[in-house]
């Protein structure tokens, strides 16, 4: 017996070695992948020699936590367009962090008086981070394969509108030639789907590669993607503190840190767990579980900026019982944000009571102000609003009844994409209980809810839209050129719309949308509800100097520096 | 061996095959979603929609969307990602290393740890290791890979520091996803062998082997566990499907860029190839698998031979 036990002992050893012998066979092929260690220690400038920092020379590098994975970071094809590309393509002009249009790769434009030609005068001597000469042929070679059909870019017909041709006047001067004037055309045009790279070099290396690898103009270039894994970049050494003269931005020249790294993490436990050790740097993202973690380390700097995104309750406006303005309003009065707010979203969300959010462009105080002043939380105002509208208690079961008998009993639909979507349900159901309205809460499948409610199948239901531009107006609520969701159509809305969606001045352009605004106010086809404050977070005991855009809702790695 | 019995064998894959294509191809179009929903976003007209969905040949009737596929993948063309418009084959390429990597090292972990924990707990049969390692294997069986996963990372990775907490890298990044995708897996070998070691040790021959005067050593791993280890074989290769399996929520846990967070992302985007082509890739495997699970059972057991 003795001996048997000790025999099992030894074997049970053996085998240990043998995993981890076959540990390293697994994981053997792996090391290579790393990028040997290249001397960052050294000056900026100079190259140091490699022999200084051969040993453990742990590579200075920024590590940025995102949890989606881009399926291309060909920006004119990407159906998403983040932080991944926005650092690699420079646009021609910006979107600065106070919300005003300020010069780019262009140092100024001009739009024509009927607002269908913007001129654009490139600066002297621009070059993408190969060092590769950017002049007006690259601009137009650009826009014209974003505009071109077979490019299939999904967010060429938002972005660019009605963009007929593209002029080079010299080699410093390009222009764009619009059909009709295209309203948001400048905010658009600070977008990186509209940022310029090398025609050149796009066709060296070819589409497939060019979608994987790009390298452009902006302040960093990407050197290496693993699908699923990481993306690396190292920064543009040509870069010029003028490409984006964000007055916020300090640094002259390239940016400080040399290299970048995007890891892709989906799980936000491991996300969470990794930033806490220190091997991420910065979170792009942080799931609301884990904010107060987050808040309450002292490591962590969390910089809130709002989402300009409106979460609201829209309704079918064509379909009884809300095909009553009376009724929508009424409803407008019945919620009240502060509980939706404190306890649907935990407190991390702004009251939004008109149809636009303060980080959309074009956003008016003056119609939030009147939308507030126009829909006060008053339930007894509601309840008379409602009977002058027909809806009473007429049998004493504290749920109001038409005239016909029938009860105010309705479906409100949410979808399963948000995660929030069902506690905030849940108030609302419970306030309009108070006014006499029974809600039943339906849960949808997100993918095949916009399709459903597209249809008309729906009475009520509870979503989001969002956009940097009031030009989400737009496509939200046009008759004919929007989606279909709350079916509320006006010929003196649709014509505001219009106007505001082929205005480019912006004081001009002002004017309508707040002529929209009031129509959307008035009518009320929807109770808007709130807007997230979304946070970024980063080490400060590793990084600084890390600057948040709330516009463009992105960071600036320009002035960042490890520690 | 007769090698006729081999072909038959190899033609007999390609029945299951076919049907599993069918099968991915058809589940995936029937469920609602669109892919050109997702491409163009939410505020895409239903023209622009309509022509995308014409672009993407997603308006053909579904058995010519099949037939297509099929074509193109008797020619070895995977298709072309709806979403990332890159060849499927190039999404594919890297992951399907690292899913081999982390399944293969969870598999040779598994049988390790497995035989040999079976062996002890066979040959000190109700003894206290014994208990221990079967109320080990029940816990590490019932164990969802999700929570199991989170939990080794919290301990190695969080709290000792000892071992990456997720990512690709060297082969210590390696060792929390399989052990992960091992654990259970260990258990079920663990509580296989001891089962086939138990009753194997109760036979004549054992006895016999025993009276002969033999060394316990040699009766166990000579005469006890060759015998033991016959039906094991089959699982061997029948757990290879159960690996896959769990390698999805495993690579997303670990951040490990292996297929099945490419499937997950695949799945939600509705983009069609990419899953049709990692399902038929996993669904091979399987059948491949079920194959050579058939084959070393013959090989190792003359009597099936003889009947096959």
């Known amino acids: 017996m003795k001996k048997r036990g000790f025999i099992s002992f030894v074997l049970v050893f053996v085998l240990l070695a043998a995993v981890v012998a076959a540990g390293c066979i697994g994981g053997g092929t792996?090391?290579?992948?790393?990028?040997?260690?290249?001397?960052?220690?050294?000056?900026?400038?100079?190259?140091?020699?490699?022999?200084?920092?051969?040993?453990?020379?742990?590579?200075?590098?920024?590590?940025?936590?995102?949890?989606?994975?881009?399926?291309?970071?060909?920006?004119?094809?990407?159906?998403?367009?983040?932080?991944?590309?926005?650092?690699?393509?420079?646009?021609?002009?910006?979107?600065?962090?106070?919300?005003?249009?300020?010069?780019?790769?262009?140092?100024?434009?001009?739009v024509s008086s009927d607002g269908k030609v913007i001129t654009f005068h490139l600066r002297k001597g621009i070059k993408d981070a190969l060092g590769n000469p950017i002049t007006a042929e690259d601009v137009k070679f650009d826009f014209e394969r974003y505009m071109a059909p077979e490019t299939k870019s999904p967010s060429a017909p938002l972005y660019l509108g009605h963009l007929k041709e593209v002029k080079v006047l010299d080699d410093y001067t390009?222009?764009?030639?619009?059909?009709?004037?295209?309203?948001?055309?400048?905010?658009?045009?600070?977008?990186?789907?509209?940022?310029?790279?090398?025609?050149?070099?796009?066709?060296?290396?070819?589409?497939?590669?060019?979608?994987?690898?790009?390298?452009?103009?902006?302040?960093?270039?990407?050197?290496?993607?693993?699908?699923?894994?990481?993306?690396?970049?190292?920064?543009?050494?040509?870069?010029?503190?003028?490409?984006?003269?964000?007055?916020?931005?300090?640094?002259?020249?390239?940016?400080?840190?040399?290299?970048?790294?995007?890891?892709?993490?989906?799980?936000?436990?491991?996300?969470i767990s990794e930033f806490e050790k220190g091997n991420v740097h910065v979170l792009l993202d942080i799931p609301t579980e884990y904010y107060k973690q987050l808040k309450n380390n002292p490591h962590v700097t969390m910089v809130p900026f709002l989402e300009y995104i409106l979460h609201y309750i829209g309704f079918n406006c064509k379909k009884y019982p809300f095909n009553d303005t009376r009724v929508r309003q009424a409803i407008n009065m019945a919620i009240d944000r502060k509980p939706i707010i404190e306890y649907g979203v935990d407190g991390l969300a702004v009251p939004i009571h008109g149809p636009l959010v303060p980080t959309m462009m074009g956003y008016s105080q003056k119609m939030e102000d009147y939308a507030k002043q126009k829909y006060p939380y008053d339930p007894e105002k509601a309840k008379e609003l409602l009977a002058e509208a027909g809806w009473k208690d007429r049998d004493g079961d504290g749920i109001l009844e038409d005239s016909q008998g029938r009860k105010f009993e309705v479906e409100m639909w949410?979808?399963?994409?948000?995660?929030?979507?069902?506690?905030?349900?849940?108030?609302?159901?419970?306030?309009?209980?108070?006014?006499?309205?029974?809600?039943?809460?339906?849960?949808?499948?997100?993918?095949?809810?916009?399709?459903?409610?597209?249809?008309?199948?729906?009475?009520?239901?509870?979503?989001?839209?969002?956009?940097?531009?009031?030009?989400?107006?737009?496509?939200m609520f046009h008759s004919t050129k929007g989606v279909?969701?709350?079916?509320?159509?006006?010929?003196?809305?649709?014509?505001?719309?219009?106007?505001?969606?082929?205005?480019?001045?912006?004081?001009?352009?002002?004017?309508?949308?707040?002529e929209a605004e009031k129509i959307l106010i008035d009518g009320a086809p929807m109770v808007p509800l709130y807007a997230r404050k979304a946070f970024i977070a980063y080490r400060n005991d590793i990084v600084e100097g890390i600057k948040v855009n709330p516009y463009t809702q992105s960071i600036y790695l320009d002035d960042a520096k490890l520690k | 061996m007769k090698k006729g019995f081999i072909i038959r064998k190899f033609l007999s894959l390609l029945i299951p095959i076919f049907i599993v294509s069918i099968f991915s191809f058809s589940l995936l179009h029937l469920i609602p979603g669109d892919p050109a929903r997702y491409i163009l976003g939410d505020f895409a007209t239903?023209?622009?929609?309509?022509?995308?969905?014409?672009?993407?040949?997603?308006?053909?009737?579904?058995?010519?969307?099949?037939?297509?596929?099929?074509?193109?993948?008797?020619?070895?063309?995977?298709?072309?990602?709806?979403?990332?418009?890159?060849?499927v084959s190039e999404l594919i390429k890297g992951r399907l290393s690292f899913t081999l990597k982390l399944t293969g090292t969870a598999w040779i972990l598994a049988w390790i740890f497995g035989v040999s924990f079976g062996i002890i707990s066979a040959t000190k049969k109700h003894s206290v290791v014994d208990y221990g390692i079967t109320t080990l294997a029940v816990f590490f069986m019932s164990m969802p890979y999700f929570w199991l996963g989170l939990m080794l990372m919290l301990i190695f990775g969080v709290k000792l520091g000892i071992l990456p907490i997720s990512g690709p890298g060297g082969w210590k990044n390696l060792i929390l996803p399989a052990f992960t995708l091992g654990l259970p897996q260990i258990a079920v070998i663990a509580r296989l062998t001891r089962a086939n070691m138990l009753d194997v040790l109760e036979k004549d021959y054992i006895t016999t082997a025993k009276a002969k005067g033999l060394p316990d050593t040699?009766?166990?791993?000579?005469?006890?566990?060759?015998?033991?280890?016959?039906?094991?074989?089959?699982?061997?290769?029948?757990?290879?499907?159960?690996?896959?399996?769990?390698?999805?929520?495993?690579?997303?846990?670990?951040?490990?860029?292996?297929?099945?967070s490419l499937l997950i992302t695949a799945i939600f985007q509705r983009d069609y190839p990419v899953v049709q082509a990692i399902v038929l890739i996993i669904g091979t495997l399987t059948v491949i698998a079920n194959f050579l699970a058939d084959i070393t059972y013959t090989i190792i057991d003359p009597r099936i031979r003889a009947m096959g």
């Open chain 1, 414 to 475: 949410i979808s399963t994409g948000e995660p929030e979507a069902q506690k905030v349900a849940q108030i609302i159901q419970d306030q309009l209980k108070q006014v006499g309205i029974k809600v039943n809460i339906r849960i949808v499948e997100e993918s095949s809810f916009t399709d459903l409610v597209s249809q008309g199948k729906h009475q009520m239901y509870l979503l989001r839209y969002g956009l940097m531009d009031a030009q989400i107006l737009f496509y």
């Open chain 2, 218 to 260: 040699l009766v166990i791993y000579k005469h006890a566990l060759r015998n033991a280890m016959i039906p094991l074989v089959t699982y061997m290769f029948l757990q290879i499907p159960w690996l896959f399996g769990g390698a999805v929520v495993t690579e997303t846990v670990f951040a490990w860029p292996g297929m099945g």
């Open chain 1, 484 to 514: 279909k969701r709350m079916f509320f159509y006006r010929s003196d809305l649709d014509e505001a719309l219009e106007k505001m969606g082929t205005t480019v001045d912006p004081t001009e352009r002002e004017k309508y949308i707040e």
């Open chain 1, 30 to 110: 792996q090391t290579s992948t790393q990028s040997p260690a290249s001397s960052t220690s050294g000056s900026a400038t100079t190259q140091s020699s490699p022999t200084s920092s051969q040993a453990p020379a742990k590579e200075k590098m920024l590590v940025i936590g995102y949890t989606r994975d881009p399926d291309t970071l060909d920006v004119q094809k990407s159906t998403w367009i983040d932080l991944t590309t926005s650092i690699v393509f420079a646009p021609l002009v910006n979107l600065a962090s106070n919300g005003s249009i300020i010069p780019g790769l262009a140092e100024s434009y001009e």
């Open chain 1, 174 to 271: 390009v222009q764009l030639i619009y059909k009709e004037p295209y309203g948001p055309a400048l905010t658009f045009a600070t977008m990186q789907s509209m940022g310029i790279f090398s025609k050149k070099y796009f066709e060296s290396v070819g589409e497939v590669e060019f979608g994987q690898h790009p390298v452009a103009t902006g302040p960093y270039y990407v050197t290496k993607w693993v699908r699923g894994a990481y993306i690396d970049y190292e920064r543009n050494p040509y870069y010029k503190r003028e490409y984006n003269p964000d007055p916020v931005l300090t640094n002259p020249g390239p940016p400080y840190i040399e290299k970048v790294r995007f890891r892709i993490i989906k799980e936000p436990f491991t996300m």
């Open chain 2, 46 to 87: 239903p023209q622009q929609l309509a022509q995308l969905r014409h672009q993407l040949g997603l308006d053909k009737p579904l058995y010519v969307q099949y037939i297509d596929w099929m074509v193109k993948l008797i020619h070895g063309d995977l298709g072309t990602s709806l979403v990332a418009n890159v060849p």
